[in-house]
């Protein structure tokens, strides 16, 4: 494989790389985009996509893309509380509080105010593919997922990279006046004698994404997130709708669901603050 020359080398293809190669390619600043991963994001993670974000999005060519996949307003306008999601008590199920969120589903004075664009709901697992199909419109053939930067060296013009691409078992080199770590800090940060600052490791989170339909028990469409407290176990657990298709009483297929729709995909995680703590997101 050649080698190539090119102003920006963007290390990481999860939301923060291709979002890079998007922007830079509208400014008209060739990139190329390397990841050592062989696909996009395989799990959920997360899901709620601010305004400014969509903003972004906009900027990049596929806010109304994401519109169309995501969370129907008007099933992403409140969060609620509730003592658990189903049960043998009479109070299983039985909401506690609910408060309006995301602008109200768009229609917030505030909040439509405040930005052109409204709040979306749509899983890393939904999204990046959007952004990588766009992101290769725009730079066909400088969007390389399973080529793994393997060595980096700094001088006063730019990096020299080395990478290989995973798949052929080639290597090549990558000169570039700028490099990009958009790796979560693995690959790039370490490379050059950067280290992450302040307490590691406090806790450990463990996820679970599974189909399930929970209409019978989650029966209001309006809420996006559901906080559970768990009498029996004494624990809290989170409800969060990931996709792919839309429950409530329009169903389309494409978009990230309320948990109200039938084979509503869920996932769930043990709590960031205590190993005990269970966590349900959905």
Same mark, same amino acid.
């Given at each position: 494989?050649?080698?190539?020359?090119?102003?920006?080398?963007?290390?990481?293809?999860?939301?923060?790389?291709?979002?890079?190669?998007?922007?830079?390619?509208?400014?008209?600043?060739?990139?190329?985009?390397?990841?050592?991963?062989?696909?996009?994001?395989?799990?959920?993670?997360? =899901?709620?996509?601010?305004?400014?974000? $969509? &903003?972004?999005?906009?900027?990049? !060519?596929?806010?109304?893309?994401?519109? #169309? @996949? +995501?969370?129907?307003?008007?099933?992403?306008?409140?969060?609620?509380?509730?003592?658990?999601?189903?049960?043998?008590?009479?109070? =299983?199920?039985?909401?506690?509080?609910? $408060? &309006?969120?995301?602008?109200?589903? !768009?229609?917030?004075?505030?909040?439509? #105010? @405040? +930005?052109?664009?409204?709040?979306?709901?749509?899983?890393?697992?939904?999204?990046?593919?959007?952004?990588?199909?766009?992101?290769?419109?725009?730079?066909?053939?400088?969007?390389?997922?399973?080529?793994?930067?393997? !060595?980096?060296?700094?001088?006063?013009?730019?990096?020299?990279?080395?990478?290989?691409?995973?798949?052929?078992?080639?290597?090549?080199?990558?000169?570039?006046?700028?490099?990009?770590?958009?790796?979560?800090?693995?690959?790039?940060?370490?490379?050059?004698?950067?280290?992450?600052?302040?307490?590691?490791?406090?806790?450990?989170?463990?996820?679970?994404?599974?189909?399930?339909?929970?209409?019978?028990?989650?029966?209001?469409?309006?809420?996006?997130?559901?906080?559970?407290?768990?009498?029996?176990?004494?624990?809290?657990?989170?409800?969060?709708?990931?996709?792919?298709?839309?429950?409530?009483?329009?169903?389309?297929?494409?978009?990230?669901?309320?948990?109200?729709?039938?084979?509503?995909?869920?996932?769930?995680?043990?709590?960031?603050?205590?190993?005990?703590?269970?966590?349900?997101?959905?």
């Amino acid at each position: 494989m050649n080698d190539i020359d090119v102003p920006v080398l963007i290390v990481g293809g999860g939301g923060a790389g291709l979002t890079a190669s998007m922007l830079l390619s509208r400014m008209g600043i060739e990139s190329l985009l390397v990841t050592a991963w062989p696909s996009t994001s395989a799990l959920p993670k997360a =899901h709620v996509l601010n305004q400014r974000a $969509m &903003e972004v999005m906009r900027d990049a !060519g596929v806010a109304d893309t994401v519109y #169309a @996949a +995501s969370t129907p307003a008007e099933q992403m306008s409140h969060t609620a509380w509730y003592v658990g999601l189903a049960g043998g008590h009479e109070d =299983h199920g039985r909401r506690l509080a609910r $408060m &309006e969120a995301w602008g109200a589903g !768009g229609n917030s004075p505030e909040w439509l #105010a @405040a +930005s052109p664009e409204r709040q979306a709901n749509l899983p890393q697992i939904r999204l990046e593919p959007v952004l990588r199909t766009r992101a290769g419109e725009l730079a066909p053939g400088r969007v390389r997922f399973h080529h793994e930067l393997t !060595g980096l060296a700094q001088d006063d013009e730019g990096v020299t990279a080395t990478v290989a691409d995973r798949d052929t078992g080639e290597t090549y080199r990558v000169r570039a006046r700028y490099l990009l770590g958009c790796d979560g800090g693995r690959t790039v940060g370490p490379a050059v004698g950067i280290v992450q600052e302040g307490v590691r490791d406090l806790a450990r989170v463990v996820s679970f994404h599974i189909s399930a339909d929970l209409s019978r028990w989650a029966r209001d469409p309006e809420v996006l997130i559901r906080w559970l407290w768990l009498p029996r176990l004494g624990i809290p657990g989170i409800l969060v709708p990931m996709g792919p298709t839309t429950g409530g009483p329009s169903p389309r297929s494409g978009s990230s669901t309320s948990t109200t729709g039938p084979m509503t995909p869920a996932r769930w995680t043990t709590s960031p603050y205590s190993p005990t703590c269970a966590r349900g997101w959905a």
